[in-house]
């Protein structure tokens, strides 16, 4: 490989790294873990900044920005009275390729896309699981982004969060 190549292929390199998303599967998985909440570590160690916050005592909701990929984070925390524990993280991406390469990701942990469910799911267990839910191209506060849906649910036995605790974005 001549010196001419090599530059090249750094380019390339530096190019498709410059669009990818910055959060996987797994950086979810720590967001939404009860047993030690450390969303707002886990997120700003990825470069988000909390925009704001709403919290009661079942509900806890959190928007999140990384000002240098322009993605945007809202994340959702419940836990119900009998101790069903639900969350739900919005994450937008600024391009069809962040997205896109989002989705051909799932395979690689075991997500198997339901064509009934029309949702990428895992379930763990009758009572908990995860699911993930393309909402493809949306607009939100007046600009395009492509919107996907994680939940995660544990010990959710026959209930389910109230309605106005999961509200799709504008």
Same mark, same amino acid.
């Given at each position: 490989m001549n010196l001419q190549n090599l530059y090249i292929l750094? =380019?390339?390199?530096?190019? &498709?790294l410059s669009f990818a998303q910055t959060l996987k599967i797994t950086d #979810? /998985?720590? =967001?939404?873990?009860?047993? &030690?909440?450390?969303?707002?570590?886990?997120?700003?160690?990825?470069? #988000? /900044?909390l925009l704001n916050d709403s919290i009661s005592t079942y509900h806890k909701k959190f928007r999140f920005n990384n000002p240098e990929t322009?993605?945007?984070?809202?994340l959702t925390l419940i836990t119900d009275k009998e101790g069903g524990k639900f969350s739900s993280i919005i994450y937008f991406l600024p391009t069809e390729f962040t997205y896109k390469n989002f989705i051909s990701t799932l395979p690689i942990f075991k997500f198997k896309y339901s064509k009934r469910n029309v949702r990428y799911q895992l379930p763990t267990s009758s009572y908990s699981g995860e699911n993930?839910?393309?909402?493809?191209l949306i607009q939100?506060?007046?600009?395009?982004?492509?919107?996907l849906?994680?939940?995660?649910?544990?010990?959710?036995?026959?209930?389910?969060?109230a309605i106005e605790s999961i509200t799709k974005p504008n």
């Open positions: 750094i =380019i390339i390199l530096s190019v &498709n #979810f /998985r720590k =967001i939404a873990n009860y047993s &030690n909440p450390v969303e707002h570590k886990q997120l700003s160690s990825k470069g #988000f /900044r322009k993605e945007i984070i809202e993930i839910y393309l909402n493809g939100l506060d007046g600009k395009k982004y492509y919107a849906k994680y939940d995660h649910y544990v010990d959710r036995a026959l209930s389910v969060p």
